[in-house]
């Protein structure tokens, strides 16, 4: 966790964060370690083992007193907050550098959705590159949440199967991981039905579980599995049964929101990312303007120029 966040928020080089973090046993040690002591820590025989700039100092100092580290939390739990906390800093900074030349706004789709203002081209085109950046991140910050609900859970490669849980009589759990309650086709129900009862053929269990959703959703892969997956309802694992499952903590759905909301605290404060992104909508429209004109005029300056 510490080697993790040291990389992630204090930028240090993997290897400098993973050798420091070998030094403090535990958060509090961490929290309360002196900067003399960290400049000069020494291995066995005596010699000095990791070399800092001043500036690698004074950050790691901020650092400790930001309150971003709790000694009142779990390693889990400030796992957690710093992924959350990684995860919300690249949308924010991603959106923050968004300029004119990043959004190459298509003309056809000007002229097709009547775009007829620079703010209009924009705003939409700002929320569209927004949008696409946040998906591409989404299931990676999803995996790595999964991943740090316990240390009973792997991931697997090469197999098709995203997961793997080890119960501590040594029984193997296979999940394959969804998004939400409808995001499977026919195709999709069928193949990982089959993949289901070749694990349970070898012995193991498998699942297919859904980060969030409920049974009762009314939706059409829901539908699907009824049909299709036998015992439908003890092979899968849908949204808090997935987390519960994998932390066997019955609050853990619970705690997990809340660690999120403080953490994008944390980074957004008291605005939201939707704020963000209207505010770079903005800056770029007034970009728009300088470049191409204003009004219906400034929109067909800017279609002439590209095509």
């Known amino acids: 966790m510490l080697a993790y966040a040291l990389k992630n928020e204090v930028d240090f080089t993997p290897k400098k964060a993973r050798s420091l973090a070998s030094y403090f046993a535990d958060i509090k040690d961490f929290l309360e370690a002196k900067e003399e002591n960290i400049k000069n820590l020494k291995s066995i025989s005596g010699k000095n083992v ?24 779990t390693v889990a739990e400030n796992y957690l907050a710093v992924i959350s906390r990684v995860f919300t800093q690249k949308q924010l900074d991603m959106v923050r550098s968004l300029s004119l030349k990043h959004l190459n706004p298509n003309p056809f789709l000007i002229r097709a959705l009547n775009l ?13 590159a927004a949008t696409r ?18 240390d009973t859970i792997e991931k697997v490669k090469k197999s098709g199967w995203d997961l793997v849980k080890t119960t501590s009589d040594g029984e193997k759990c296979w999940l394959q991981i969804k998004s939400g309650p409808n995001n499977m086709d026919k195709d999709q129900v069928v193949y990982w039905a089959e993949k289901i009862q070749d694990k349970v053929k070898e012995g193991d269990k498998a699942y297919i579980g859904f980060t969030y959703g409920k049974r009762t959703s009314r939706t059409v892969t829901i539908g699907l599995l009824k049909q299709i997956l ?22 853990y759905s619970s705690k997990l929101f809340e660690v999120l909301r403080k953490s994008a605290h944390q980074i957004l404060h008291q605005n939201s990312l939707s704020e963000e992104i209207d505010s770079c909508a903005t800056k770029v429209t007034d970009e728009f303007i300088q470049e191409f004109g204003d009004g219906a005029q400034g929109v067909s300056n800017y279609i002439n120029s590209i095509y």
Do not use: H
């Open 50 to 73: 990791l070399k800092f700039t001043d500036e690698e100092i004074k950050k790691l100092s901020i650092y400790k007193t930001s309150g971003y580290l709790s000694a009142e939390l």
């Open 230 to 251: 036998p015992d439908w309802q003890m092979q899968t694992l849908i949204g808090k049964e997935l987390w519960d499952f994998l932390s066997e903590d019955p609050d």
């Open 133 to 150: 950046s946040i998906v591409t991140c989404m299931g990676f910050f999803i995996e790595d949440l999964l991943l740090t609900s316990s």
């Open 116 to 128: 007829d203002t620079p703010d209009e081209v924009v705003r939409l085109n700002v929320y569209m």
